[in-house]
């Protein structure tokens, strides 16, 4: 008899899910997405920050997630922490990093900026090391817009999952959104939508995104959204006539300290600020670093209501950052003047469902066959870039489910 799953959401883990279950062919599959499905290079176009709190929140909404926006970056987080909920994902780790063909990018893919930043940091003690990519260097022509949405198809997306996915049968619907969860005598039944659709399930997956996914489990009485981690970063940078930066593979290389994470980044929020002392700088002109740091997760995802506060830690921790990244610009020769950094942003929006509260070790809630696929499960912010391990913990879901059913 076919088990029928329901996932809700079609981003980086829901899609990964999707695609280890669909191995099964015992299970039929149906994909809610609310946003469309689209090109990546068109990605961009459905970005949906979130402005109502302190941080710019950051997210999209689109089939894909934010594997089509984000920089490619694939560094493993949280692994040891996550032994202590009874998960090793090491064997999925292994699985994607061949899979999705993850190395650092040859030399042939590092600019002038990027050599002169890695010797400004080193003449300062500091390593400036590579960054392990989803890029694929043969098709990478270096344009510098791996978060609009890669326009070559050389930044590994979600998309791909997407592919095996419904090569194995199973369907997705777009433009669609989840507005509650059904569920009986403590069993998920299936999911009402935004367009008076009912769908019944024997499992359904909750994948929807860190801002959303906690509001969906409350619909049937679960306590998610009593925390928000959402790794706060700032980008700084100022003036170097002709520097390119924006120009070259974004966040190619990276310092890790203690609580902070710095590495080189192009934001076009800093023009404006530089034209104040150079009125003739252009994009180009910048040099520039993020800094982004872990914060705790102290916010909330309520029905109507979403709150995150900078804690003063993590201010101080993001000065810091901005302090160190600013030593090695003015080692590079970006004029002194000229520097000055973004406001603060949120990305990676995790810990609202976590394990251990929300889930448990098979990310399975408190009702029967209701599971979480997102980066909602994480026990807390990574400060690093998580959807190497949300991949593994979707993988490792999907995995399990598959053989389960």
């Known amino acids: ?73 694939f560094v493993p987080a949280l692994v040891d922490e996550l032994k202590e909920y009874d998960i090793d994902i090491k064997p999925q780790l292994e699985q994607l990093k061949e899979e999705i063909g993850i190395t650092t990018m040859p030399d042939s893919h590092m600019k002038p900026m990027n050599r002169l930043l890695k010797k400004s940091a080193k003449e300062l003690g500091l390593d400036l090391k590579p960054m392990p990519k989803g890029i694929n260097p043969d098709k990478c022509k270096q344009c510098g817009l791996c978060a609009w949405g ?22 997705l619907i777009t433009n669609e959104g989840v507005l509650k969860i059904s569920a009986s005598e403590g069993k998920v039944t299936g999911v009402i939508t935004d367009k008076g659709n009912t769908y019944n399930a024997d499992v359904v997956v909750i994948a929807a995104g860190g ?52 590495s080189p980044h192009t934001s076009q929020y800093l023009l404006p600020k530089i034209q104040e002392t150079h009125p003739d700088a252009t994009v180009d002109d910048i040099l520039s670093f993020m800094v982004k740091v872990p914060d705790k997760t102290t916010g909330h995802v309520h029905m109507e209501e979403v ?80 959807i190497y391990t949300i991949l593994a913990l979707s993988r490792r879901l999907g995995q399990y489910l598959a053989e389960r059913l």
């Open 150 to 171: 890669c326009p070559y198809d050389a930044k590994w997306s979600s998309l791909s999952d997407l592919k095996v996915a419904q090569d194995n049968g199973v369907t």
């Open 211 to 262: 801002l959303v996914t906690p509001k969906l489990l409350r619909t049937v009485g679960i306590n998610a959204g009593e925390s928000l981690g959402v790794d706060p970063f700032v980008t700084i940078g100022g003036y170097y006539k002709n520097a390119r930066q924006d120009h070259g593979i974004q966040m190619n290389q990276y310092i890790k300290l203690p609580h902070i994470v710095i």
């Open 307 to 386: 709150h995150k506060e900078l804690e003063t830690t993590d201010a101080s921790l993001i000065a810091r950052g901005c302090g160190i990244a600013s030593a090695i610009l003015v080692k590079a020769g970006v004029d002194i003047k000229s520097i000055s950094s973004t406001h603060v942003r949120g990305a990676h929006l995790v810990a609202s469902a976590p394990i251990g509260d929300i889930v448990d070790s098979n990310l399975e809630t408190e009702i029967d066959n209701l599971y979480v696929g997102d980066g909602c499960v994480l026990p807390e912010s990574p400060g690093l870039p998580p």
């Open 1 to 73: 008899m076919m088990t029928d799953v329901i996932i809700v959401g079609a981003g980086t883990g829901g899609l990964s899910v999707a695609r280890e279950l669909s191995k099964n062919d015992n299970v039929n599959i149906t994909i809610i997405e609310k946003g469309p499905l689209c090109e990546a290079k068109d990605s961009y176009k459905f970005y949906e920050p979130w402005d109502k709190s302190e941080y710019e929140l950051i997210r999209t909404t689109v089939t894909g997630g934010s594997s089509l926006v984000i920089a490619g970056n």
